[in-house]
């Protein structure tokens, strides 16, 4: 593991993503800064860190014989990674948002992007940023749903120890997917999802409002809604909401 440590960066998953274009680089190694300006969520959201108070870092992993088929065990096997961390600081009411954000009750504590090289049927690598709020107290008002550890627990937490429990977690993880524990990881994700089975408004991408509740994730990663009529949908990311 090697842990390259910047003071400022544009962005993590960037900076690593050019690196691993110029360089071998050794598996899990981590790219951390203490200010980053055009961090990045998923569909190119942005995202907002305060300098100095948050972990914004990204990892780049080695895959061993996981084909692009299970890839949605990947998503797992890392919010898992984040999720117990986080549940072993005693975050309450903890869980993850499909696919990888991590809520304390209805507010986001964590994002993570995912983004996946490939070669042949299998994924080659991936390079995981990872945003946590860790000890910033005061949001933009743009952002009304968020939390922190700190708001959390009311304790300032040590970046680097965290970071070292996250790394921790992250490897055991891919391990199970590795050796393909992919029931084990569906079973973990799907035990703490949110809203599951639970009856939910959702709005689609036509702002069209309709009632179901969350069932389960596809094959192909997509989120699975049972409608009125029992029937499923499957959503892609952006492709559906829940008010």
């Not at 954000?101 to 209805?106: E, K």
């Not at 968020?146 to 300032?156: A, H, N, R, Y």
Request: net charge neutral; charged share 25%.
């Amino acid at each position: 593991m090697k842990i390259i440590k910047l003071d400022a960066i544009d962005s993590t998953n960037s900076f690593l993503k050019n690196l691993s274009l110029t360089s071998a680089l050794e598996n899990l190694t981590v790219v951390v800064t203490q200010k980053q300006s055009k961090g990045r969520g998923q569909q190119e959201s942005s995202w907002i860190s305060e300098p100095y108070k948050n972990l914004t870092f990204s990892v780049f992993i080695s895959l061993n014989d996981v084909k692009i088929i299970h890839r949605r065990y990947l998503n797992f096997a890392i919010s898992l990674s984040i999720y117990n961390v986080l549940f072993d600081k005693k975050i309450s009411k903890l869980s993850i948002k499909w696919p990888n954000d991590i809520l304390s009750a209805n507010k986001k504590i964590c994002g993570i992007l995912i983004e996946n090289s490939f070669f042949g049927d299998k994924i080659k690598s991936a390079i995981v940023g990872i945003g946590l709020n860790v000890n910033q107290e005061i949001f933009p008002n743009s952002l009304p749903n968020v939390t922190s550890l700190k708001l959390e627990t009311k304790i300032t937490s040590d970046l680097d120890v965290l970071l070292n429990d996250i790394l921790i977690e992250l490897q055991n993880n891919i391990k199970l997917l590795e050796s393909k524990y992919f029931h084990l990881l569906e079973k973990q994700y799907l035990d703490v999802l949110y809203k599951k089975n639970i009856p939910t408004m959702f709005k689609n991408s036509k702002d069209e409002i309709f009632m179901g509740f969350i069932s389960g994730v596809s094959d192909d990663g997509n989120l699975q809604i049972q409608l009125e009529d029992d029937s499923i949908a499957e959503f892609g990311i952006k492709e559906v909401s829940i008010l």
